[in-house]
T-cell receptor, first 114, second 111 residues
Framework: KAGVTQTPRYLIKTRGQQVTLSCSPISGHRSVSWYQQTPGQGLQFLFEYFSETQRNKGNFPGRFSGRQFSNSRSEMNVSTLELGDSALYLC?????????????FGPGTRLTVL | AQSVTQLGSHVSVSEGALVLLRCNYSSSVPPYLFWYVQYPNQGLQLLLKYTTGATLVKGINGFEAEFKKSETSFHLTKPSAHMSDAAEYFCAVNGGAKIIFGKGTRLHILP
């Protein structure tokens, strides 16, 4: 079974721009979660989607948004980029209820904001 | 509320020596506990998880962890370190709403 894929792997943007990241979960998985990883803050939960509905949201500003499509693929969007948005963005998928199931992580998208 | 504390942001051990990475958690409900490993420029890979049942959990690559409720700990061990174990390790707790990760421990293996 193919793992979680994320595109693009690397991205360079400038302040004020917007960016869209994509995540394709493992086939059959319906839950997709997004995390931001930075050296200072570590891994922080952004949001989780299940069957096209956002189930949980972390403590991030409204500039961070996401969606999930009927095939479970997910995108996250960051508008009006700031320097502090530079991070590794990780996507994880799970088959059902995230509280008990293992999360399988993709390789991440490294975003650099100049 | 759930939280995770990993003691030691960097741990160095000699090749062949015991690996011990410490994790303490706080949870108001019975926790599900995880250890993940992250190699450079890669995502996180599950090493092992504890949900219910046996408190000694065996994972991949020779790692194991013991859930100790009385000590609220879930320390990760490996009897003999290998150079390929050099990576960052994350302990995590899932209380239902989201996964909460510790800050991570970078494991260095000395030749």
């Amino acid at each position: 079974k193919a793992g979680v894929t994320q595109t693009p792997r690397y991205l360079i943007k400038t302040r004020g721009q917007q960016v869209t990241l994509s995540c394709s979960p493992i086939s059959g998985h319906r839950s997709v979660s997004w995390y931001q990883q930075t050296p200072g803050q570590g891994l922080q939960f952004l949001f989780e989607y299940f069957s096209e509905t956002q189930r949980n949201k972390g403590n991030f500003p409204g500039r961070f948004s996401g969606r999930q499509f009927s095939n479970s693929r997910s995108e996250m969007n960051v508008s009006t980029l700031e320097l502090g948005d530079s991070a590794l963005y990780l996507c994880a998928s799970g088959p059902r209820d995230r509280s008990t199931d293992t999360q399988y992580f993709g390789p991440g998208t490294r975003l650099t904001v100049l | 509320a759930q939280s995770v504390t990993q003691l030691g942001s960097h741990v160095s051990v000699s090749e062949g020596a015991l690996v011990l990475l410490r994790c303490n958690y706080s949870s108001s409900v019975p926790p599900y506990l995880f250890w993940y490993v992250q190699y450079p420029n890669q995502g996180l890979q599950l090493l092992l998880k504890y949900t219910t049942g046996a408190t000694l959990v065996k994972g991949i690559n020779g790692f194991e962890a013991e859930f100790k409720k009385s000590e609220t700990s879930f320390h990760l061990t490996k009897p003999s370190a290998h150079m390929s174990d050099a990576a960052e390790y994350f302990c995590a707790v899932n209380g239902g709403a989201k996964i909460i990760f510790g800050k991570g421990t970078r494991l260095h293996i000395l030749p």
